[in-house]
């Protein structure tokens, strides 16, 4: 599997021009975004996840994660955008219909309720997509077993809600084009600042690789 999402990796940086020499790099690309919300937060979890990839796969990534917001001109040079926060997230109507044309023609997006944004992302992508709705994701799905088994969908790492972690997507012509990880956190593993057991930091990183090979596959 490895060695085919490394394959798919050099097609899809390729697609999106981040190829700028013989070997193709990896880059997630964390999402600013208006209203409030710190979408900055834990700085760490996207040069962690990278590192992890890069030794446990063969997917060749950068050390670092860029920054861009929907109106930068280098939104599509990136094959996935990642965002988090914990409060308000608002979208123009300029910055829905830019974030929708990426999301459709072969883009990515992983977003993470670090507690407190669902209300606000959840309204702001029916702006994106208004005849989408957001749909838990069966454990079956394909994105849960592609590198790394997760027999019962996305790893709880933090409690922020009674109940199980949830993980939905929206599809657009049958591709997975946005995963939203609710009551689950799982970025939060990616960084030890918050001291969390290994096992558990462990199942986060796992997850994450699928989330990125997974999103390549497609």
């Known amino acids: ?22 070997t193709a790099k990896l880059t997630i690309a964390r999402l600013r ?24 796969t063969n997917i060749q990534t950068a050390e670092d994660e860029a920054r861009v917001g929907i109106m930068d001109p280098k939104l599509f040079s990136y094959p ?14 300029e910055e829905a219909r830019r974030l929708r044309n ?9 977003a993470d309720d670090d507690y407190g944004m669902d209300e606000a992302f959840r309204r702001e992508m029916k702006k994106v997509f208004p005849d989408k709705e957001l749909v838990e994701l069966p ?6 077993h592609c590198h790394y088994d997760f027999p019962e969908g996305a790893p709880k790492v933090h409690e922020h809600h009674p109940g ?10 049958g591709r997975l084009v946005v995963l ?17 057991p290994p096992e558990v930091r462990e199942k986060a990183l796992r997850f994450g690789v699928n989330i990125v090979v997974w999103a390549l596959m497609q």
């Open 102 to 110: 990426y999301l459709v023609h072969g883009g990515f997006l992983y």
């Open 33 to 56: 975004y208006s209203g409030g919300g710190d979408w900055y937060n834990d700085p760490d979890v996207i040069p962690n996840l990278l590192a992890y990839i890069m030794e446990h």
């Open 164 to 173: 199980p972690p949830r993980t939905y997507g929206i599809f657009h012509d």
């Open 1 to 22: 599997m490895t060695n085919t999402a490394a394959a798919l990796l050099f097609w899809a940086l390729a697609s999106f021009g981040e190829l700028t020499g013989p």
């Open 80 to 93: 996935i955008l990642y965002m988090t926060g914990h409060g308000n997230i608002t979208f123009s109507e």
């Open 139 to 144: 454990f079956d799905y394909g994105l849960f």
């Open 180 to 196: 939203y990880t609710y009551n689950s956190n799982v970025s939060d593993g990616w960084t030890p600042s918050h001291n969390d």
